[in-house]
């Protein structure tokens, strides 16, 4: 058996699009896995009674949005190709979950701290107007009941509003886009399905008309300071 | 994936979304514009349940190779799914185009069980196509059913242009190549088409056949409507099992599935011949695989696939003649790769010790054992060759191989059974318990021997056709007669509903005229019928009753044997005699030689082919 140490650290950025984004984390896991038997990328196993091949992730991104940018953490044995291990994992991925880069990590992947999402709205009463609520409306406190381990009754109430930064809404005609970065943290990850949540609680836009939805995009990631990018 | 229907947005509002996304990696894309039959493969269940089935992942992959015809899956939306696709008016769709099944050339159901049957009319109904074949014009796709439930279709007849005997992987091929022929011709009408179909060797053509019944309601012929299509049709069989097409690829599912998993085909049939077994008889000759092909399929998967599991898939796997040598060579390499192999279906009699510890050397499987009968009268009498000896063998060897738990698997309301029987099966149970006891290098603490118990349904085409299944009341008396005598608290007794398999009885042995009981039951929003939350007996007896047919006609009357029966217009290549004296044998509890042994002259060795155990043609026995 190769020691753990003989293997090199090696970092996947990804984007998950179309129709992966149905694809929980879970299962994203088990389709990079056997992928990487695919592209015959020999990735290190943990050992113990049921080995299996190790993977690191970034923040699990919430069912039903896009990604352009998602991590993933792995070891390979050396000697390590960057480029042939990103080709030959495209051509064993399917079409919607893609490896844009491949290399050698600098960053722990808790310095993950903000992440920016793009919203297209598309619902029935769109207008500059709404726009401009939607707008007001992230300015302000939005109380969300989120799952927690934390309190007896698994829920609890959090003000959303001091995860996010930069926030701009514009209404193009077509659909309202809103761009904002939320906090991902693991103190403090903001879900964009809060957002959605929000504006169902503040301004009743709920997508439950005919013809009505939402997408959301994860664009860009950054560090602590929402500047500087996260890669 | 929004460009044709907001799918995104109810997609949100449903359970496990990934259903029904497609996308997966492995679906076969075609240019649209280059395809000259476009063939939507309708597996009337769940995903989980459809992807997992080799039969369908075969057929996509027989019919894709084929550059004219693309294939692609349909399953049935789950019920909150498919109320957001009403609500939303949007038809069932195609996995990979996401294009509307209505618009396809060919749409071919599957047929796995009995029932299905509801849900298949549920999923008509989902494409906006009218449910009767005769209602439906040009332009609406050729409609066809395969599959095991196609050897007595007489129940779905009515909404079925054509239907595929036997051995799909070439059939449908040709059936495609014809309709694709006749189109470019330009003399192409659908009754021109089906016509000509009827004349290939394995495609029937229900509503070319004229059935009369007699005044006591049993069949009494089946007319073909012209004199160049046969009176019986021949089931297809895969002449040489080797060369025949498999899979190089499956489609990866994102969600997990059933079976996630390879499957490699050992053999297709079995050489067994319990009297009770649909599948042993429809798929006779058996034909094995050479273990050369299979570890080459086996490679080529897993590069393909990069699954972490081999299953080995076949009837009574531990019957085929080269399994030490097939193991062996998986095995050179799945250590290895840590790739584990399983053996799904084992028989009590030829299960070896070392085969078990050989694949338990990866990964450990259920261990299951299929006894069918608690007494030897009564297993002699159904044709399963095994003794008590064997059972507890077995069970030994797994105990020493450190295992605690065995599942057994019996049937209730067998032909010939008595109460002795019955109570026969819970004295097995409490011996394979005391064998656990006795064995001294036995695991730690306390067996759990679990005892599985379905209801026997007489199926088509076995030597026991002819049977009645019994009554509600006599199940349900028998079920509780076995539960009252279990005390052993290491003994866990699952029974099946006796209320599920009596409508499976129905629709098994049913014909024509039943038709009109299932449109009745579409009316009704019937779907689902294999599921516990969906099923609902007393709705079934209404629908019944509302159509003026009486169940227990087709579930628990004795069949003539003199009577023609729906399903005789099908020849499955076993005669008709064969079964009687099977049956015949059956009730003089005299058993019958597997073909491993010797020929007992069912007839199939008649299709031809390089049969595994089967005399040919000219030595006739
Ligand atoms: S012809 Fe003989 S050997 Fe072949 S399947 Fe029938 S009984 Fe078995």
Known sequence: ?231 | MNEKYNIDGILRKVLKPGRYTGGEYGQIIKDKEKIKCRFAFAFPDTYEIGMSNLGVRILYGALNKNENIWCERVYAPWIDMQQQMKKHNIPLYAHESMDPVRKFDILGFTLQYELCYSTVLNMLELSDIPLYAKDRGEEYPIVIGGGPCAYNAEPVADFFDVFSIGEGEEALVEFCELYIKMKESGGYTKEKFLHEAAKIEGFYVPSLYDVSYNDDGTVKEYTPKYDDIPTKIRKRIIKDFDKTYFPEQFVMPYIETVHDRIVLEVYRGCPRGCRFCQAGMIYRPARAKSPEVLNRDAKTLYENTGYDEISLCSLSISDYPHIRELTDKLLEWTDDKMVGLSLPSMRADSFSRELMKRVSSVRASGLTFAPEAGMQRLRDAINKNICEKDIFEACRAAFEGGRNQVKLYFMCGLPTETEEDILGIEKLARAVVDEYYQTENRPKGRPTVTISVACFIPKPFTPFQWDRQSTMEELVEKQQLLASAITDRSIKYNYHDANVSRIEAVFARGDRRLSKALAKAAEYGFKFDAWDECFDYDKWLSVFDECGIDPSFYANREFGEDEVLPWDIIDCGVSKEFFLRERHKAYNDTVTENCMKSCAGCGANKLGGECTWCPSTNTKK
Not at chain 1, 5 to 23: C, D, H, M, P
Not at chain 1, 87 to 111: A, F, H
């Open chain 1, 1 to 231: 058996m190769v020691s753990v140490n003989e293997y090199e650290k090696v970092r996947l950025e990804f984007s998950k699009t179309g129709r992966a984004k149905f694809i929980s984390h879970l299962d994203l896991n088990r389709t990079l896995r056997t992928a990487f038997v695919r592209a015959k990328v020999a990735i290190w196993f943990t050992n113990g009674f049921n080995p299996h091949p190790k993977l690191v992730f970034s923040l699990p991104l919430s069912l039903g949005a896009e990604s352009m940018c998602e991590f993933l953490d792995i070891r390979v044995l050396p000697p390590v190709d960057h480029e042939k291990i990103k080709e030959s994992l495209n051509k064993n991925l399917p079409d919607d979950i893609q490896i844009k880069r491949v290399y050698k990590p600098k960053t722990k992947l808790e310095d993950l701290c903000w992440s920016r999402y793009t919203f297209k709205l598309y619902f029935n009463s769109m207008s500059e107007e709404k726009a401009n609520e939607i707008k007001s409306m992230l300015e302000n406190p939005m109380i969300i009941t989120k799952r927690t381990k934390k309190t007896k009754s698994g829920l609890t109430d959090i003000d959303i509003l001091p995860g996010i930064r930069s926030s701009t809404v514009v209404f193009d005609g077509e659909c309202v886009n809103i761009s904002a970065d939320l906090e991902s943290s693991v103190d403090n990850y903001i879900n964009p399905d809060y957002i959605i949540r929000a504006l169902d609680k503040y301004l009743n836009i709920d997508f439950e008309q005919s013809g009505e939805y939402y997408t959301v995009m994860k664009e860009v990631t950054f560090k602590k300071d929402c500047k500087t990018v996260y890669q």
